[in-house]
C-alpha cells in the first residue's frame, strides 16, 4: 500500500506525523510548521521588506548629510532660534540669511517630511491589504489550513513578521527625521511641530499610524477577499483616520490661555500653536472674534460688549509630546481593536 506524503507549509518536505513520515521524526535543519510559514512570509514579501529596509538605511544616511550641512549653515549665518520676523534682538539682519536657508534646505525637509506621512498609507496600500487578501483570492491559503497548522497560528504567522518589519523601519525613520529635525526645525526652517506634515512624521506618530495601516489592510482582506478592492478600502480607511484625527488634535489636551491687554500687542512665540481667538470682556467672558468682525461699526460692538483686550488660546510647544503620544495611543488602541476583530474573523469563517 502506497502512503501520499503531505508537504509542509513551505513545501519542501512532509512534517511531523504525516503518513509520509512514519517516524514522526524530522531530518535535521528542516523547518517546524510555523517556521516554514515565516519563512514563507520573509519569501513572498521579500521585495517590499528590502524596499523599506533600504528606505530606512537610505533615509538615514539622507538626514544625516543634511543635518551636517543645515547645522553648518546656521552656525556660519548665527541665525539659531531666528525667524523671517524676529523680535530676538541678536537676530536683527538675519533676515536674507533666514530667506537662503529656507530656499536651500526647506525643499528637503519638506520631501522627508512628505515621506513619513505617506508612508503609513503605502504600507497599507501594498503590504497590508494583499497581506491576506491575496491568500484567499487566489485559495492558496488553503494548502497551509490543510497542514497541522491551525487558522489562528496562521494569521499569526502572517502578520508577526510584517509588523515586527514596519515598527523597525518606521521607528528608526522617525527617530533619524527627529535627530535632523533637532537643528533645522520651528524658527529657522519655518516647520513647526504643529503642522500637519511635522507632527505627522515626529515622535511616535508615524509609528503607530504604519501599524495601523498594517492592521487596515489585514481586517480588509479577511472581509473583502479581493486585493484590488481591499487596496482602496485600505487607502480610503486610513485617509479618513488620518483627517478626523488632524481635526480632534487640538483637543486632546486643555490648551492654554493668554490675555493681552488694549495696548498690548497680540502675539504669541513662534513655536505656539493657535488654536483659537477673541475678545475678554471685563467681567471675564470671552468672545469668539466673528462677533465684533463682522458688525458694521466694531468700535461699538466692543463698547456694548464691555471688551477689555485680546485672548489667545494656544498649545505652547511643551504640549508636543504629550500630543503626540495620546494620538499615538488612541492609533495603537485602534490597531488592537482591529486585530482583534482580524483573529475573530479568522475563527468564525476557518474554524
Wanted: glycine share 12%.
Amino acid at each position: 500500500m502506497t502512503t501520499t506524503a503531505h508537504l509542509g507549509a513551505n513545501g519542501t518536505g512532509p512534517t511531523a506525523g504525516d503518513p509520509g513520515d512514519p517516524g514522526g521524526a524530522r531530518e535535521p535543519g528542516a523547518r517546524g510548521t510555523l517556521g516554514g510559514l515565516v519563512w514563507l512570509v520573509r519569501r513572498q514579501h521579500r521585495l517590499f521588506f528590502g524596499l523599506l529596509l533600504a528606505a530606512a538605511a537610505g533615509g538615514a544616511v539622507w538626514c544625516a548629510v543634511l543635518r551636517g550641512r543645515a547645522a553648518a549653515f546656521i552656525d556660519a549665518h548665527h541665525i539659531d532660534g531666528c525667524s523671517m520676523i524676529s523680535l530676538v534682538a541678536r537676530c536683527d539682519g538675519t533676515q536674507d540669511a533666514v530667506v537662503e536657508f529656507r530656499n536651500t534646505y526647506g525643499p528637503a525637509l519638506q520631501l522627508a517630511e512628505a515621506g513619513l506621512l505617506l508612508l503609513p498609507v503605502l504600507i497599507g496600500l501594498f503590504l497590508g491589504a494583499p497581506l491576506i487578501a491575496r491568500e484567499l483570492e487566489a485559495g492558496t491559503h488553503k494548502l497551509v489550513l490543510t497542514q497541522s497548522v491551525g487558522p489562528l497560528r496562521w494569521l499569526a504567522a502572517k502578520t508577526a513578521l510584517p509588523a515586527l518589519v514596519v515598527l523597525a523601519v518606521t521607528t528608526a525613520l522617525s527617530a533619524v527625521f527627529a535627530w535632523l529635525w533637532q537643528v533645522v526645525g520651528d524658527e529657522v526652517s519655518g516647520s513647526y511641530w504643529y503642522s500637519t506634515l511635522d507632527f505627522a512624521a515626529l515622535g511616535p506618530v508615524p509609528v503607530a499610524y504604519s501599524l495601523l495601516a498594517l492592521a487596515v489592510g489585514v481586517l480588509a482582506g479577511l472581509l473583502l477577499r479581493r486585493t484590488v478592492l481591499t487596496m482602496g478600502v485600505t487607502l480610503g480607511a486610513m485617509v479618513l483616520i488620518q483627517v478626523a484625527l488632524k481635526q480632534l488634535r487640538p483637543y486632546l489636551m486643555p490648551s492654554g490661555s493668554t490675555e493681552f491687554g488694549p495696548k498690548e500687542s497680540a502675539q504669541l512665540p513662534d513655536n505656539a500653536w493657535l488654536v483659537g481667538q477673541g475678545y475678554y470682556t471685563r467681567s471675564g467672558d470671552h468672545l469668539p472674534m466673528e462677533v465684533c468682525d463682522s458688525a458694521g461699526d466694531q468700535e461699538s460692538c466692543l463698547r456694548s460688549h464691555d471688551v477689555v483686550g485680546q485672548y489667545m488660546d494656544h498649545h505652547p510647544v511643551s504640549h508636543h509630546w504629550p500630543l503626540a503620544w495620546i494620538e499615538s495611543g488612541i492609533v495603537l488602541a485602534l490597531t488592537a481593536v482591529l486585530t482583534v476583530l482580524a483573529f475573530r474573523v479568522m475563527r468564525r469563517r476557518h474554524g
